[in-house]
T-cell receptor, first 109, second 113 residues
């Protein structure tokens, strides 16, 4: 069965510190992995997807098929990064997404 | 463009009552879906649609009905509300098969007493 696990409910770091939000998944086929973000009073929106291999707002994420992980990283956190982050997976059916329970990132000044 | 619009934003129901959560999008997206979010859990797919007249079940479809008569609208119906349906509901649209970019509504918080 497909599952997305985000082990941390809350992650607090100081501004300028590195941040890593963990995501592990289980899926029998070839998944596509995404990170979605919800800033305060804003809608849930796509941050990045693994196949684009882009850095968005300084965030990167590498798909590790051996460890079935897709951790989100940023070398220097900013206060405006404070938000709720959701890891998501899409598989054989592009219409079906499976979301993790989310990690709240709090960047302290 | 307004994007994805959900109404109402808040609703309180009594057990057994019925209601419809409305969802409309003005981006001409073929694909639409409904998710529910419960505390400590990720969003779970209720129903989805690949176009007008075509709907299918997601992960947690029981207790919900949907229809898609137009490209723009995708209402979610609760036929007989139960306390277990207390949740935050999100409607989303998807522009194509490739992007993987869901466009979400603001959410509807439903409480069933």
């Amino acid at each position: 069965a497909q599952r997305v696990t985000q082990p941390e409910k809350l992650l607090s770091v100081f501004k300028g510190a590195p941040v890593e939000l963990k995501c592990n998944y289980s899926y029998s086929g070839s998944p596509e992995l995404f990170w979605y973000v919800q800033y305060s009073r804003q809608r849930l929106q796509l941050l990045l997807r693994h196949i684009s291999r882009e850095s968005i707002k300084g965030f990167t994420a590498d798909l590790n098929k051996g460890e079935t992980s897709f951790h989100l990283k940023k070398p220097f956190a900013q206060e405006e990064d404070s938000a709720m982050y959701y890891c998501a997976l899409s598989g054989d059916n592009f219409n079906k997404f499976y979301f993790g329970s989310g990690t709240k990132l709090n960047v302290k000044p | 463009n307004a994007g994805v619009t959900q109404t109402p934003k808040f609703q309180v129901l009594k057990t057994g009552q019925s209601m419809t959560l409305q969802c409309a999008q003005d981006m001409n997206h073929e694909y639409m879906s409904w998710y529910r979010q419960d505390p400590g859990m990720g969003l779970r797919l209720i129903h989805y649609s690949v176009g007008a007249g075509i709907t299918d079940q997601g992960e947690v479809p029981n207790g919900y009905n949907v229809s898609r008569s137009t490209t723009e609208d995708f209402p979610l119906r609760l036929l007989s509300a139960a306390p277990s349906q207390t949740s935050v509901y999100f409607c989303a649209s998807l522009p194509d098969r490739i992007s993987g970019e869901l466009f979400f509504g603001e959410g509807s918080r439903l409480t069933v007493l």
